[in-house]
């Protein structure tokens, strides 16, 4: 019996060059499904965030004494929730908007917090959008007293 080592090898270099290309676009597409898995777990996280800043913006100001217990623990277990998944900046940030005013202790604008969720999401394509580019709609459609 003949064995044509040429057809032979021609044969086996296709089907490992197949393989090989088979194995990269497997591996290709399932870094694809992380990265898209890892932007909706950033925009979950994001719209937490967002949730738990307009809860803030809820809770009695400061000095007022709490109604409602429930509503701050409510909002105390949520807030724990995130910490261990939101960076470090945007931690921060939030600490400082959710602490006591004191000596010392600058607030930041609830603005600024958000656009901070904004570039960690959006990375390099979160532009130069800032704080003051927000829009408030509190007093949006109410009647202006004429003169």
Known sequence: MHIDLNSLFSGLTGVVVGAFITYKL???????????????????LSA?????????????PEG?????????????????KLI????????KALNLLFSKSG??????DVKDVIISVRK???KNDAGDFKGDDIIHFVGF????KSK
């Open 26 to 44: 497997q591996h290709r597409l399932e870094l694809f499904k992380h990265e898209i898995a890892l932007l909706g777990k950033r925009r979950e």
């Open 48 to 60: 937490q965030v967002v949730d738990l800043i307009n809860r803030y913006k809820e809770l009695p």
């Open 64 to 80: 007022k004494e709490v109604s409602d217990e429930q509503q701050l623990r409510s909002f105390e277990q949520d807030y724990y």
């Open 84 to 91: 261990p998944w939101i960076p470090t900046d945007i931690l």
């Open 103 to 108: 000596l010392g202790v600058a607030k930041p």
């Open 120 to 122: 960690v999401i959006l």
């Open 141 to 144: 459609g109410k009647k202006t």
